[in-house]
């Protein structure tokens, strides 16, 4: 089992280009939530996701970021004309389907993309 | 108020030394409640998780839950230089709603 692939592990562009970073969960997980870390921060939720669907996406901001979980492959987090303000680690975690009252496996996490603008 | 409170540290302890991490919380809807640990560039793996009040004891570690108080701490006996990382608590409510994440504790262990 390779776990929640994300790539690519770094990533740097050039204020106003785009960036695409790709989350694969785990194998059964059909659940993907989309974190960002920016330095001595905690994890930030942004977007959660199930096939085909957006469940929540309270924590994404309203311009320039989109996401999305198509029913073949990974999961997608857009950013277009990325800032400067843009650069952290963005993690992509996966679960699986509801949990029985009182279990919870918790997330899987990926490695994260380090995203860098200049 | 934030959510979730956790004093981010760093802390430094020598080796052996009882670590004991916290975090308070403002959600009474939330009834599921986990510790990651993160090492430096690496995503957040999961260390312990607890369903409603209670302790849990795996290994060194031992997570308690007090709900009356919106409490959580995170014991770790024996601590090795390897514990060394940056702890994050971590909660959500029922359903697969989003865990919420505290800023993280960045723990150093001394040998």
């Known amino acids: 089992n390779a776990g929640v692939m994300q790539n690519p592990r770094h990533l740097v562009r050039r204020r106003g280009q785009e960036a695409r970073l790709r989350c694969s969960p785990m194998k059964g997980h059909s659940h993907v939530y989309w974190y960002r870390q920016l330095p001595e921060e905690g994890l930030k939720f942004m977007v959660y996701?199930?096939?085909?669907?957006?469940?929540?996406e309270s924590g994404m901001p309203k311009e320039r970021f989109s996401a999305e979980f198509p029913k073949e492959g990974p999961s997608i987090l857009r950013i277009q004309q990325v800032v400067r303000g843009d650069s952290a680690a963005y993690f992509c975690a996966s679960s699986h389907l509801l949990q029985p009252a009182g279990t919870d496996y918790g997330y899987t996490f990926g490695s994260g993309t380090r995203l860098t603008v200049v | 108020q934030k959510e979730v409170e956790q004093d981010p540290g760093p802390l430094s302890v020598p080796e052996g030394a009882i670590v004991s991490l916290n975090c308070t919380y403002s959600?009474?809807?939330?009834?599921?409640f986990m510790w990651y640990r993160q090492y430096s560039r690496k995503g957040p793996e999961l260390l312990m998780y607890?369903?409603?009040?209670g302790n849990k004891e795996d290994g060194r570690f031992t997570a308690q839950v007090d709900k009356s108080s919106k409490y959580i701490s995170l014991f770790i006996r024996d601590s090795q230089p390897s514990d060394s990382a940056t702890y994050l608590c971590?909660?959500?409510?029922?359903?697969?709603?989003?865990?919420?994440f505290g800023k993280g504790t960045r723990l150093s262990v001394i040998a």
């Open positions: 996701l199930q096939k085909e669907n957006i469940i929540d």
């Open positions: 607890t369903y409603s009040s």
């Open positions: 971590a909660m959500r409510g029922s359903g697969n709603t989003p865990l919420v």
């Open positions: 959600n009474s809807a939330f009834q599921y």
